[in-house]
């Protein structure tokens, strides 16, 4: 699982390297923010659409090959966006780096989830793999780009090619101690609840969009508020990440305790307290609220994924895909609208309807249950009257 983790990270870097890159479109190639911002929905477009087809077909077909593939093209995408300065092409090089990224998470998923054996807690290590990966972007991104320039940018191509070897490493051992279908063969006698994916899916939305919204924008919007220049933005925006990391081992061990459905109402009615705070709390207080944003947003992050995949057990590939990929990605078809609303008024007036969706979010998964308890009980019921026979 440690590898499984680390080649996250590696791949992920590149799904907060878009984010951490418009700053620098901004200053040096003059971008308004709604040039910027289609970018970053260039990243999530192609990728929010194919996932779920990876997904679907890692459900017919085990496809480990996919897992180093997929960092060397998401890192060649980003590695190739400072070159040149023809805004088509950084179009398309951030979108080939997306199609990379949704390559990955299927069935990178699905190892995982054979790795764990159902365990919340390392399918919580796993996801923090990923959330380290955002982490590391924008202090990777401002090292590399504030030194050399974005004609820099090829050295970005180093993770993935790192992460390709540890994807690598990671599959020989698996082979070595457990099968590939391991845990999604424990799982294919459930029944597909597809109403209660279907609110999750939409809560995942709603997240996504503030999630993507605030990366896109958070570290502009910090050097208008707290001051500070780039330093202040690249610093806002680690906190904004680094955040996800705590949150997402915690979400791990709170499930454990309290069930999943529990953590998720509680994550999302924390959020909307936290965005509110982001947008209208001035000065220094604005870290503390990007800082309880993150944890808001993150803490249910590695149990949507196992959530999705408990309510569809017969296509663990495609809840993994929608769950990590569409609903995650979609966020990015968002942020034109709001760089264009930027542009036209603030960016404060523009990111204050992200204090809605959380809401939004939390009357969906308020009407959730445990997966599979139903069936359970059935289950042991019909065992109990065999075994009376």
Request: net charge positive; with cysteine.
């Given at each position: 699982m440690t590898l499984l983790a680390l080649g996250h990270a590696c791949v992920d870097v590149y799904q907060g390297a878009v984010a951490a890159l418009v700053p620098f479109f901004v200053s040096e190639r003059a971008y308004t923010y709604a040039a910027a911002s289609g970018i970053v929905l260039a990243a999530s477009l192609l990728s929010s659409v194919v996932?779920?087809?990876?997904?679907?077909?890692?459900?017919?077909?085990?496809?480990?090959?996919?897992?180093?593939?997929?960092?060397?093209?998401?890192?060649?995408?980003?590695?190739?966006?400072?070159?040149?300065?023809?805004?088509?092409?950084?179009?398309?090089?951030v979108a080939v780096s997306g199609i990379g990224v949704a390559a990955y998470h299927p069935e990178a998923a699905r190892v995982a989830r054979a790795a764990s054996r159902g365990s919340h807690t390392a399918m919580g290590w796993f996801s923090l793999g990923g959330n380290l990966g955002f982490a590391t972007a924008p202090l990777l991104v401002s090292a590399v780009v504030a030194t050399g320039g974005l004609h820099a940018s090829p050295t970005l191509v180093v993770p993935g090619l790192a992460g390709a070897a540890l994807c690598v490493a990671a599959l020989r051992s698996g082979r070595r101690t457990a099968p590939a279908t391991g845990g999604t063969a424990l799982a294919a006698d459930g029944r597909d609840d597809w109403p209660s994916f279907l609110k999750l899916t939409g809560a995942i939305m709603c997240r996504s969009v503030v999630f993507v919204g605030l990366s896109a924008f958070i570290s502009l919007y910090a050097r208008q508020r707290a001051g500070g220049g780039e330093v202040a933005g690249t610093a806002t925006l680690f906190v904004l990440y680094i955040g996800g990391?705590?949150?997402?081992?915690?979400?791990?061990?709170?499930?454990?305790?309290?069930?999943?459905?529990?953590?998720?109402?509680?994550?999302?009615?924390?959020?909307?307290?936290?965005?509110?705070?982001?947008?209208?709390?001035?000065?220094?207080?604005?870290?503390?609220?990007?800082?309880?944003?993150?944890?808001?947003?993150?803490?249910?992050?590695?149990?949507?994924?196992?959530?999705?995949?408990?309510?569809?057990?017969?296509?663990?590939?495609?809840?993994?895909?929608?769950?990590?990929?569409?609903?995650?990605?979609v966020g990015g078809i968002a942020s034109p609208a709001i760089g264009a609303l930027a542009d036209a008024t603030s960016l404060r007036t523009a990111l204050a309807p992200l204090t809605v969706l959380p809401a939004l979010g939390w009357l969906l998964v308020r009407t959730l249950r445990e997966p599979g308890g139903k069936a359970a009980k059935e289950a042991k019921e019909v065992k109990e009257v065999k075994e009376a026979k």
């Open positions: 996932q779920p087809l990876f997904g679907a077909l890692t459900d017919r077909w085990a496809m480990p090959w996919l897992l180093p593939v997929s960092c060397v093209v998401g890192g060649a995408g980003v590695a190739l966006a400072g070159v040149g300065d023809s805004y088509a092409l950084t179009l398309v090089v990391a705590v949150g997402t081992v915690a979400g791990g061990r709170l499930a454990t305790r309290f069930g999943r459905v529990p953590v998720l109402r509680w994550s999302y009615a924390l959020t909307v307290l936290a965005v509110a705070g982001v947008v209208f709390v001035p000065g220094p207080a604005l870290y503390g609220c990007v800082a309880l944003t993150s944890a808001g947003l993150y803490v249910p992050f590695s149990l949507h994924i196992t959530l999705g995949q408990d309510y569809l057990p017969r296509r663990v590939g495609t809840a993994s895909g929608v769950t990590l990929g569409l609903a995650v990605s």
